[in-house]
């Protein structure tokens, strides 16, 4: 099956894994590539939930950055399967 043009990035939203730089670096890659887009499907980390925050403030000002918290297992494997690039 064809990938679709999705970075992929799961995890927890915790400062140690990285979800911060990765989206920084997407925030400033993604507007040179409007067919692509990417996707963080990740969990809330009670311990951090000022991260969580900051995080959203990040991604806000690039609409092909989407975040979906706390899916299904089924919704990241759907997504593992589709996506072109998994970090």
Known sequence: AEKEKVVLVVGRLDPNKGAHEAAEALVHILPDHPDWRALFI???SPDFP???EQFRQLIKPCPQIELLADQPFETVKEWTQKA????
């Open 50 to 52: 000022e991260y969580a």
């Open 42 to 44: 990740c969990t809330q």
């Open 84 to 87: 072109a690039i998994a970090l």
